[in-house]
């Protein structure tokens, strides 16, 4: 669950969101979405059946500016038109935080409460004219949708709430002088918590209020009363007996909304808002500490049932039965079952038959989350535990049964080298490097062992496990050891390609290997052995280009496609250079590069590029290449607060070239254009 620790997530499972239909959410979500800002907002329209004109009326924004804005000719500067035109649409809060990714603007975060206010109105579809009213009760700026509104946008800073005193909408002054946040355990699935927040708060004349949110798996509820009635509530909650006097039964005087749009009338809504941003980030720490270390104990049996064997497996945290969380596994001689239960699978197998009444007519405990045949749905550290307790219950049964079974010593050693390789992944997630790397190096120990023993070709275990050895040494400072386990990746040349040939799930050991060819062709064109950088490349290339599904491969194909072309240019062998160019274009366009951590490549890429063509005396292209280059350097500029001076002088370099383009072909007007557009740089052209 702990992996999922996103705002979305964090409002769903604060409004009682089971976790299937958080998983289903979570899955309709993970759709690749466009980087290029007018499709995504294309495809946005389509999906929530909104047209331009409705999109205009619901944010106040022009309609010809909008118009230009989403079909991306003209580019705005204003975060809040972007958010508003989101709210209008009706986006979830993820493709929200799309859509402002795509346009170089800062993300949403719980930072302060404007920015709770519009997450959290943009999570539950408020719209912009509720969102704005939102933002007016509590004294924030509202969204700019239009320059009528520049006396509401000020310039500002965010007030403390802890320290500045805040004004309600009947003009008294409150300020808050305590505050409280808790997480308490209140279910069997290991993410039922209830969360809780406490402000006490106290106007001008010195009257205090206790200002209250409560969200769990079952409701939720916000609350303010007077510091006597607290008391009083406090105290019979205690057993203690308390007298009513002629105010009334102190549940009388408290004041209780079950959600914030209720609240939202309250003059307590400013108080409301932060107790729910406080309680969001209760459910981050809770969910980053869910995967702590439990005591577990196992126990596993066997039955036949129909002539069929049927193995079943249990995990438990034993220092903490109460919580009934059971990590399962079910093994037929068609199919597995992987579940985490709130019952025992054990007992149930056990005693299901003998008591029935027990169990009632279920043939399994209910589960929380199960997936058939494979691990792939399973929340990351469960799929650890699950794979490790399913290794360990072979090596059990063997011992007892495995003739019949079975199961032999060869799959066990491949089951705990999968064990192991997720135990590995694990700590390199955690950062425990020199785990991750103590794991690898017996994962890569045991592999090798596997091919004597059992002649089973482990290439694809081999190969990749060296790479991640080599990660985690340059992660520990240890270069020089990391290059040793570089080198060994490239001599496993030979049996990588033969495996090539038999098998088809060798997308890692791939990667690992065309990984470190690039870094070899490097270090060749360092050295300035220009032939053997270009092997390199073209093996790369040829190697990925033999199969486009072995991995998301755009970040070491497209280099190499640069580099190759680059070095055939300089051969003089321009022909064959555009077709590797025009390979590399082709990349950019499909994986959206230039929106990505290449952009520096896909910079360098376009003015090659651009300089081939001219030689070429295809002008007209080589004018686009060129413009392409200086844009992306000039938005790299603009987006970055520490600008390297590399980045100026490729700048400068783009457009030395292209004015001498323009100056050779005749486009005076366009070169002074250039000139007038690039003066704020100071460049010496």
């Given at each position: ?65 909008l118009?230009?804005v ?229 126990r ?41 239960s ?16 027990v ?105 990749t ?21 570089q ?14 040939e ?5 997308n ?11 870094m070899?062709?490097?270090?060749a ?9 270009m ?42 250079a ?57 938005d ?20 030395q ?29």
């Amino acid at each position: 669950m702990s992996s999922h620790s996103n705002e979305d997530v964090i409002r769903m499972l604060k409004n009682g969101m089971p976790q299937e239909v958080i998983e289903e959410v979570l899955k309709k979500e993970k759709k690749a979405y466009s980087f290029v800002f007018v499709d995504f907002m294309q495809e946005m329209l389509k999906k929530y059946h909104m047209k331009r004109t409705d999109v205009a009326r619901a944010t106040g924004i022009s309609q010809d500016y909008l118009y230009k804005v989403l079909n991306g000719s003209k580019k705005t500067a204003e975060r809040d038109y972007i958010i508003a035109i989101c709210l209008a649409i009706g986006m979830s809060l993820s493709e929200t935080q799309h859509a402002l990714q795509i346009s170089r603007m800062p993300l949403l975060s719980d930072r302060d409460i404007r920015e709770h206010v519009l997450m959290t109105c943009i999570s539950e579809s408020r719209g912009v004219y509720r969102t704005n009213e939102w933002l007016e009760r509590t004294g924030y700026p509202l969204l700019r949708v239009s320059r009528d509104m520049e006396q509401y946008v000020q310039s500002f800073s965010f007030p403390l709430p802890e320290k500045a005193p805040q004004m309600s909408r009947t003009g008294k002054h409150y300020r808050e002088i305590d505050r409280e946040v808790f997480a308490e355990h209140c279910g069997n699935a290991p993410f039922d918590y209830i969360y809780g927040a406490n402000m006490i708060v106290e106007d001008e004349s010195g009257a205090r209020f206790h200002v209250q949110g409560y969200y769990s798996p079952e409701f939720s509820a916000l609350s303010v009363t007077d510091e006597e009635n607290f008391r009083k509530m406090k105290a019979y909650s205690e057993g203690k007996d308390v007298e009513t006097d002629e105010n009334g039964d102190p549940w009388d005087n408290l004041e209780i909304y079950d959600e914030l749009e209720d609240a939202s009338d309250s003059e307590f809504f400013r108080f409301f808002l932060e107790i729910d941003r406080m309680t969001d980030e209760k459910v981050k720490e809770v969910l980053s500490h869910l995967d702590d270390t439990a005591n577990y104990r196992m126990r596993c049996n066997l039955r036949i049932a129909g002539g069929k064997p049927c193995m079943y497996a249990e995990m438990y945290d034993q220092a903490e039965p109460a919580r009934h969380q059971y990590f399962q596994v079910r093994e037929e001689a068609d199919h597995v079952v992987y579940s985490a239960s709130h019952e025992s699978l054990y007992m149930h197998m056990e005693l299901g038959e003998l008591y029935p009444y027990v169990f009632g007519e279920r043939e399994e405990p209910e589960c929380y989350f199960k997936a058939a045949d494979d691990l792939s749905e399973v929340p990351l550290r469960e799929r650890f535990l699950l794979d490790a307790l399913r290794t360990e219950m072979h090596e059990r049964m063997k011992q007892a049964a495995g003739d019949l079974l079975k199961i032999d010593e060869k799959t066990i050693r491949k089951e705990k080298m999968e064990t192991t390789a997720r135990t590995a992944a694990w700590a390199f997630l955690n950062r425990q490097y020199d785990k991750a790397l103590s794991d690898h190096l017996e994962l890569l120990e045991k592999a090798e062992m596997m091919e004597q023993e059992f002649g089973t070709d482990e290439t694809a275990v081999i190969v990749t496990t060296l790479d991640k050895i080599a990660v985690c040494l340059n992660m520990l400072e240890r270069e020089e050891e990391a290059e040793v386990y570089q080198a060994r990746i490239l001599d496993c040349r030979e049996r990588l390609y033969r495996a090539l040939e038999k098998e088809d799930n060798m997308n890692s050991a791939v990667q690992a290997y065309a990984q470190a060819l690039r870094m070899r062709a490097a270090d060749a064109r360092d050295a300035g052995d220009m032939k053997a950088a270009m092997q390199d490349d073209l093996e790369i290339i040829e190697l990925l280009e033999r199969d486009s599904g072995f991995f998301e491969a755009q970040e070491i194909l497209f280099p190499a496609y640069t580099d190759y072309a680059y070095l055939l240019d300089e051969e003089e062998r321009s022909e064959e250079a555009i077709v590797y160019y025009e390979k590399g274009e082709r990349i950019v366009r499909r994986y959206h590069l230039e929106q990505s951590g290449l952009i520096r490549t896909v910079m360098s890429f376009y003015n090659n590029y651009a300089w081939v063509l001219w030689n070429k005396f295809e002008n007209e292209e080589a004018i686009i290449y060129y413009g392409r280059a200086i844009e992306l350097a000039e938005d790299l500029i603009e987006r970055s607060d520490h600008v390297h001076p590399s980045v100026i002088s490729a700048l400068q370099h783009y457009a030395q070239g292209l004015l001498k383009l323009y100056r050779q072909t005749g486009k005076t007007k366009e070169a002074e254009r250039l000139i007038r557009r690039l003066e704020k740089y100071h460049l010496d052209l």
